[in-house]
C-alpha cells in the first residue's frame, strides 16, 4: 500500500503521542521533535528541536528548541485552530511551561502553566507538572537534573498539586483538580502503605466537554520501569463531576493501559488483560457505565484511535521478525466484520535491544484530521522516523 517518509535522513524524529494530531488544521503541515540523540536518556540542558514539514513543497524547518521533551512524547507538541499557532513546552525561570509559537512571524510568547493537551477551541491547556512526570516513568517530561535525585511528591494525595488549567488569553494558571480531589474517589484502598499518588495522561474530548485523566499510585521500591496501578477517571472541562470510569475491572495493579476518547465524546476505549491472560478492546462511558467488550476474538494491543463512526480502529504492536530483530506492527481492525488486517510491519527499536526502556521506540499510530492517513513511528535503518500510510482504500 502507499507509504511516504516524511522526515530527513539528518536525525532522529517522532511526533507527539498518539492521541494528538500531528497535522496541521489545514494538513499541508505536519509538527515533529527532532531529538539530538537516541542512545542514551535525556538530562536537562539537552536541547532539542520543534520542526514543521511543508508536506507540499517537502521541505523542513527548525521553529523553536526546547529543554522540555522525552522519548516517548516528544515536546508535546500541539497545533492551534488554524495553521498560524503551534504550542510546546520549555524551561523558562526553572519550571517547565507552554510556549506559543507564531508560525506567520517567528515570534513566542510563554504562558503561566505546562502543556500536555489543549482543548479543541484553543481556549485553555491543561497538564500535570512535567518535573513530575519522571516520578512514574522516565521519557514524557523534562529532562531530570540529575536521575538519582528525581523530583518526587511526599505519600498520599496532594491537595496542592494535580491538573492545571491556562487561559491562553488572559495567561491565568488555576489547579483544576487535585490529587487528592480523584484520589479520594479511588472504590478501594490501597493494597499497601506509603503510596504517592500522581497524574499521567490528560486529554479533552473532541468537544472539549469532559477531560479523561489517568491517576497513578506509587510504592516504595518502584524501578521507574514498568507503571503500576494506572486508573482512568473523567471530569468536566470545569473540573466537576469526577467519575472512576472502570468499576467492573480490577481497580489496583490492573492489567490494562492506553485509554482514548471516541470521536462521540462520551465514550472511552481502553484494553484490558482478562483472566485468560489475553486483552481485550473495550468501550466504556465517561461515568463507567455500559460497558462493553468490542470483540472475543481480536487480540487487542498497543496504542488505538477510532474513526469517527466507531467502525475502524488502528493501533500498533510490537514483535520480532524470523531474524530475531524487533518489528512494529500496524494493523487496522474492522469491528463490523470482527478482522484484524496487518497493514505493514517495519523494523523498530525495543528497549530490550537498548538496555533501557525510556529509549524504546513505540509506533504511536496516528489518523490525520480526515481519517484517510495514519502515521507512524518506526527506524528501518535504525534511526527514529515517520512514515504515512495511505488507509483510506483499506477502508473500503
Not at 37 to 48: C, E, I, K, S, T
Not at 290 to 316: C, N, Y
Amino acid at each position: 500500500m502507499p507509504v511516504t517518509k516524511i522526515t530527513p535522513d539528518d536525525g532522529f524524529y517522532i511526533h507527539t503521542y498518539f492521541d494528538v494530531v500531528p497535522w496541521s488544521p489545514s494538513q499541508r503541515y505536519y509538527a515533529v521533535t527532532k531529538l539530538p540523540f537516541q542512545n542514551r536518556p535525556p538530562v536537562m540542558g539537552d536541547l532539542a528541536e520543534v520542526c514543521v514539514i511543508d508536506l507540499h513543497e517537502e521541505t523542513i524547518e527548525t521553529v523553536y528548541v526546547t529543554r522540555c521533551w522525552g522519548f516517548q512524547t516528544g515536546a508535546n507538541v500541539n497545533w492551534g485552530k488554524t495553521d498560524r499557532f503551534l504550542y510546546t513546552n520549555d524551561v523558562i525561570n526553572g519550571t517547565a511551561v507552554c510556549v506559543r509559537i507564531n508560525l506567520e512571524t517567528g515570534e513566542t510568547r510563554s504562558y503561566a502553566g505546562p502543556l500536555y493537551h489543549m482543548a479543541p477551541d484553543e481556549s485553555v491547556i491543561i497538564g500535570f507538572p512535567h518535573e513530575l512526570r519522571d516520578a512514574t516513568q522516565l521519557g514524557y517530561g523534562v529532562p531530570p537534573v540529575d536521575y538519582d535525585h528525581i523530583k518526587k511528591l511526599p505519600p498520599g494525595a496532594s491537595h496542592t498539586e494535580g491538573v492545571w488549567q491556562t487561559d491562553l488569553r488572559t495567561n491565568e494558571k488555576k489547579l483544576l483538580v487535585s490529587l487528592a480531589n480523584v484520589a479520594s474517589l479511588v472504590p478501594k484502598p490501597p493494597p499497601r502503605e506509603g503510596g504517592t499518588f500522581y497524574f499521567w495522561h490528560s486529554k479533552f474530548n473532541p468537544q472539549g466537554t469532559r477531560i479523561y485523566q489517568v491517576l497513578r499510585c506509587i510504592f516504595p521500591g518502584y524501578d521507574y520501569q514498568t507503571p503500576p496501578n494506572p486508573m482512568v477517571f473523567s471530569f468536566n472541562a470545569d473540573g466537576s463531576d469526577i467519575h472512576f470510569t472502570s468499576p467492573g475491572f480490577k481497580v489496583w495493579d490492573a492489567p490494562g493501559g492506553h485509554p482514548n476518547w471516541h470521536p462521540n465524546g462520551e465514550y472511552i476505549l481502553r484494553h484490558f488483560k482478562m483472566e485468560d491472560d489475553i486483552k481485550r478492546f473495550f468501550l466504556f462511558k465517561y461515568d463507567g457505565s455500559e460497558i462493553k467488550q468490542l470483540s472475543e476474538r481480536i487480540i487487542a494491543s498497543g496504542h488505538p484511535s477510532f474513526e469517527p463512526s466507531g467502525r475502524f480502529l488502528i493501533t500498533d504492536d510490537d514483535d520480532k521478525d524470523d531474524d530475531g530483530n524487533s518489528i512494529i506492527i500496524l494493523r487496522l481492525i474492522d469491528f463490523s466484520t470482527d478482522k484484524a488486517e496487518v497493514v505493514c510491519t517495519m523494523p523498530t527499536i525495543n528497549w530490550r535491544d537498548t538496555g533501557h526502556k525510556v529509549l524504546e521506540l513505540d509506533g504511536h499510530p496516528v489518523w490525520n484530521r480526515d481519517f484517510t492517513q495514519v502515521c507512524l513511528q518506526a527506524a528501518p535503518k535504525g534511526s527514529r522516523q515517520l512514515y504515512v500510510f495511505d488507509v483510506k482504500k483499506l477502508m473500503g
